[in-house]
């Protein structure tokens, strides 16, 4: 966040740090979160973002949650959401949990448990209920999966627990919408802390560096780039000249030897070294990326569509599926080896054996078939 811009994004899921926009010394604000029907943010990318110098405010969903989780690590935590989690109150996932539209409207269609626990507690606050009957409401409604816990169920739960309940609520909801919805406070509470912090210089928090295989993976299967074709995924840009490019073999060499290559034939040392390339380091991606043509970057976003077209046409088609026997033909005539050359071919071009070439390039296959057919 510089000079008190603010970008408002979607709920946050994993692999949205790796956002090449969020640079060091920015500061991101996690609120909600996808964690049903998509993976959920990791804590290693939080973490990963702190450790390069990127400020991590949290607070009222799963934005609270990790936060209280990685206080020590240095993530901001804010609001009384955050601060029940950090002090042992709360401890499940299911109090800010929400369900949404279909549709792409980002309200929630139900109530948080936080925020039944909010309104019964004014509710008794002020005499409408007493104890009995709170505590009565509040743990018929945590029994209620999260998707089915309707502004409607709240009422029909407090009238049958506590008949004045339901038309206290509703008063109270007439007055305003947005009554005891701590989620939305807390939110608020925490847009106003980075915007107050937006000129406070930030430091990466020592200690914090991650360079496991499986974190790696992770940052190069999110790394994009703008491009005249849309923002195209790295690694799929990389891939296409692994295995396209007549010439990426010397591409390849060239990038052993930045790294200080041993004095091997290629061949040996291809088979040798595997370094942990990291497509999120724009320099790393401009020399692996040495040869590539705007028709390439064409190529990778038409073949793209032509699997979510078929993906949608087609539910039992996605690139994975494609038979290997397939991938082989496609890699023998494009690198012109046969099938008996391919094993020393893939580790030439950084692919760790034909194994790994087959995976790499089914991505390719069925835009390449339509292609060849089209020139016939």
């Not at 901001?76 to 929400?98: K, R």
């Not at 018929?140 to 029909?156: F, K, Q, T």
């Not at 007055?175 to 930030?202: I, Y």
Request: hydrophobic content about 45%; glycine content about 8%; charged content about 25%.
């Amino acid at each position: 966040m510089k000079d008190r811009a603010l970008r408002v994004l979607p709920p946050i899921r994993h692999g949205d740090l790796f956002d090449p926009q969020i640079a060091d010394g920015d500061t991101v604000v996690i609120i909600d979160g996808v964690y049903h029907h998509s993976p959920a943010i990791r804590h290693k990318e939080i973490i990963w973002a702190l450790g390069r110098g990127v400020r991590v405010i949290g607070a009222a969903s799963i934005g609270a949650l990790r936060a209280a989780e990685l206080h020590e690590c240095g993530m901001l935590g804010i609001g009384s959401v955050w601060h029940s989690y950090a002090n042992g109150l709360l401890d499940g996932d299911d109090e800010v949990a929400v369900a949404q539209s279909t549709e792409g409207d980002r309200h929630a269609c139900t109530w948080p448990l936080v925020r039944v626990r909010q309104v019964v507690g004014a509710a008794l606050t002020k005499g409408v209920v007493d104890a009995n009957e709170a505590e009565r409401i509040v743990t018929a409604l945590a029994d209620v999966y999260y998707a089915h816990r309707s502004v409607d169920a709240v009422r029909l739960i407090g009238r049958r627990e506590a008949p004045a309940f339901a038309e206290w609520l509703a008063n109270e909801l007439d007055a305003n919408p947005h009554f005891g919805d701590v989620k939305r406070t807390d939110a608020l509470d925490a847009v106003g802390l980075a915007l107050e912090m937006a000129k406070t210089p930030t430091e990466p928090v020592e200690g914090l560096t991650w360079a496991t295989r499986c974190f790696r993976q992770w940052a190069n299967a999110h790394a994009a780039q703008d491009t005249e074709h849309g923002r195209l995924p790295t690694v799929q840009r990389v891939t296409y000249q692994q295995v396209f490019d007549p010439d990426f073999k010397d591409v390849w060499w060239k990038y052993l030897i930045s790294l200080g290559a041993p004095d091997l034939p290629p061949a040996v040392a291809c088979a040798v070294l595997h370094p942990r390339t990291d497509l999120t380091d724009q320099d790393t991606a401009a020399r692996l990326l040495a040869g590539e043509t705007v028709c390439d970057r064409a190529d990778v976003a038409r073949y793209a569509a032509i699997n979510a077209e078929a993906g949608r046409t087609n539910r039992g088609f996605f690139p994975e599926a494609i038979k290997e026997s397939v991938v082989r033909d496609m890699l023998a005539a494009v690198w012109g080896t046969g099938h008996a050359g391919l094993e020393e071919e893939a580790w030439l071009r950084g692919l760790q054996g034909s194994r790994e070439a087959v995976d790499a390039a089914r991505p390719f296959v069925l835009g390449f078939l339509r292609d060849q057919e089209a020139v016939r």
